[in-house]
């Protein structure tokens, strides 16, 4: 048989294809082998739904008042609820608020130009409510549980632990195999954070008194700190800097006092962001902000405009790295909830564990 020089490359590529998906599933199941025949833990997760949709809705809320501000519109009574957002619309406003907010579509929180950015736009006694329709959030709920399980693939990774076991099982639940000679608790303090890491601006023109009372503009949020659990902050809900802007950290200990540190790297755009930001905002505090709470608010001194930055807040060894890690790693789309946890024994015999 002869054949062209193309066709046989063809073949070839084929070929390597094939022998490379046989060697992966063969890596795994002698992964798979090796924890049946140690043991271990095995962990049960499953993504915070409630949390997810709650947030969706937030965010469908902030864009459905920007929309009916932004034309003029008056309404009242904006509401998140369980499943929907609600509110009022004067009567003589209430045609052209429909039409801008049937407009919302595509602005639910996702990125994808599909079916799942779809919103349902209801009227009845003079109140509005906007929801997400069935079929999205059960489409929305299986991507979370998809972008979960590689999350938490590039967390283990980062954490450089061998034999870790990470598969989806059924459509909402994660299972987590931990080899016995593997730090279990740190793996677990690693995925306890979702990694949602931001730098915001502090509105320090609001008083104790005043961020007691929640009575802060409408440009901000009153976060609380991370370490100090009764000090409040007024943060500009602007986000300036975003973790996906991060290319690199790591863990260490500072210059001056010798306290555990991240050192991370900005990519290209986000250096210029961040070097803007400390040029236009000296004498200022901005917070860096994890997890929706403030880790630290340093006054900006002077610019930054070498790409670099050094977050310090209350760190051990153990968390400064951990959180180095899950900068690297990426956010989890959600907080992640134990349903199961159980140790494995040689052979596959587990004990009572719990099960929540």
Known sequence: MRFSRWKMLGITVVALAILAGSGSLWVQQRIASRFDRLGGTRLVLEPDFDGVAKDRLIQIRDNARHVLEEAGLHFSDMLVKREFVELKVQDADRPAAMIRLRDLHGTSGTTDANSVNRLEVAEAGGVIRLSMPQDVIAEQRLRVVEQSVEAVRRRVREFGVGGVIVERQGSESIVVKVPEFADRMGL?????????????????????????????????????????????????????????????AQAGLGYLNNEPIVSITFSSSGAQRFAQLTKENIGAPFAIVV????????????????????????FTTESARAFAIVLRAGALPARLMTLEERAVGPGGAMDQGFTR
Do not use: H, W
């Open 291 to 314: 997890d929706n709470a403030v880790i630290s608010a340093p006054v900006i001194r002077e610019p930054i405009t070498g790409g670099k930055a050094e977050i310090s807040g209350q």
């Open 188 to 248: 677990k303090n690693l995925l306890d954070f979702v990694g949602k890491v931001e730098l915001r601006m502090v509105d320090a023109s609001v008083s104790a008194d005043q961020v007691s009372r929640a009575e802060v503009p409408r440009d901000c949020e009153v976060l609380m700190s991370a370490s100090m659990p009764d000090r409040r902050f007024a943060v500009k809900k602007q986000v300036s800097i975003a973790g996906s802007d991060v290319v690199d």
